[in-house]
Structures are given as structure tokens and as C-alpha cells.
């Protein structure tokens, strides 16, 4: 059981700590700074029954392979690549909401407001979702890691799976808000999510 208190578990799990807290307050803080605190409700923290499912999931597997498989988060080139995968996912989702400004929610917005504009410069020149984007890299980044590779795949299709789902709802809304100027935005840049048109 001391390979819970090892130099290994205390820097990937505290890297991961630091990774949950960081990107769950900067989401709130932002949208707090966007939108005022009298339009933020806690949803802003992105945390939900399933998402804290899935943490605990992953924190059990980490605990149950460090101590019967220890060798296996010793790894240090696939934890430091799970660390830049995390760091890339965190700025590509906050470039992401900064450049999108009010047009950018938590929620998907099925009425058309006044505010709300097609982004289509900055990271959105190269990305259609680079929210998604980046949080679909950043959770699978907390999962490398940490070395878990039964959470890493969970992580991976669980978070394409819900933006799979997603993507074309938000689109369905967009066409209607934006007509065949998004229509041409659609054709000429990728949505950002592996086989998600």
C-alpha cells in the first residue's frame, strides 16, 4: 500500500487534481466575466452525476493498478504526454470561449438572441467546435495521465460519444440561426471531433 504515498501516485494524482480544479473554476470564472454572475447558474462548472462517476471510476482504477501493477505508471513519457495533452485541451477550450465571447454557452441556445454571432475568425477559422475539441483532448489527457488505460478508452468513447450526439443538435440550431452562410462554414472547416461531420 506505500505505492499510494510513492513519488509516482503524489505527482500524477495532485497533476490531476490541479487539472479538475483549474478547468472546472476557470469555466465558472469565465463565464461569470462573459455573461455576469446574475446569468450563471453552477451548471457553468460542467460537473454532472455521470461526470463524477467517471472520476471516481478513474481514481479507483488508478488506486487498484498502483498497488497490484505499480510498473505500469511508471511510464513517464505517457503521463508527460497526458499532461501536454491536458495543457493543450485546457488553452485550445478557453481560446475557444474567449474568442466566442457572449456567443459562447454552456447551454445550446435554441432561440436566436441578439448577441448571439457566428464566430467564424481566431481558433474558429480552423475548428467549428474547438470547445469540444479541447475538452474532448483534455479529458482523455487526464486519463493518459494518470496511465489509466481502462479509463483512457472509457474517457475516449464516452466524450465522443456525447459530442457526436451533440454536434448535429448545435448545428441543427446554428443552420436555422445562420442559414447557408453556416451552411458554407460547415463545408470549408471540420467540426474538430474525430468522424464527426
Known amino acids: 500500500m506505500t505505492e499510494i504515498l510513492s513519488y509516482t ?22 463565464a461569470v466575466a462573459i455573461h455576469g454572475r446574475s446569468n450563471v447558474t453552477l451548471k457553468s462548472l460542467l460537473i454532472s452525476k455521470n461526470y463524477l462517476l467517471a472520476m471516481i471510476f478513474s481514481l479507483l482504477e488508478y488506486i487498484v493498478e498502483i498497488v497490484l501493477f505499480s510498473g505500469l505508471k511508471e511510464h513517464w513519457w505517457i503521463s508527460d504526454t497526458g499532461l501536454a495533452l491536458v495543457v493543450i485541451g485546457e488553452f ?15 447551454l445550446i441556445k435554441v432561440y436566436h438572441e441578439e448577441h448571439h454571432l457566428l464566430i467564424t475568425h481566431g481558433i474558429y477559422r480552423f475548428v467549428r467546435h474547438p470547445g469540444y475539441s479541447g475538452f474532448f483532448i483534455w479529458s482523455v489527457g ?17 466524450a465522443w460519444k ?33 468522424f464527426v461531420k
Not at 496511465?147 to 475516449?156: D, H, L, R
Not at 450526439?165 to 472547416?189: C, D, N
Request: hydrophobic share 45%; net charge positive.
Open 9 to 30: 501516485a503524489c505527482r500524477q494524482l495532485s497533476q490531476m487534481f490541479l487539472a479538475v480544479v483549474f478547468f472546472h473554476s476557470s469555466e465558472y470564472i469565465l
Open 162 to 194: 456525447f459530442f457526436a450526439e451533440r454536434i448535429p443538435y448545435e448545428e441543427y440550431f446554428l443552420k436555422r440561426f445562420f442559414g447557408s452562410e453556416y451552411e458554407e462554414y460547415a463545408r470549408r472547416v471540420p467540426s474538430g471531433m474525430p
Open 142 to 158: 487526464t486519463q493518459i495521465m494518470l496511465c489509466n488505460p481502462i479509463s483512457t478508452v472509457g474517457f475516449a468513447i464516452v
Open 92 to 106: 485550445t477550450r478557453k481560446l475557444a470561449i474567449i474568442t466566442a465571447g457572449r456567443a459562447f454557452t454552456h
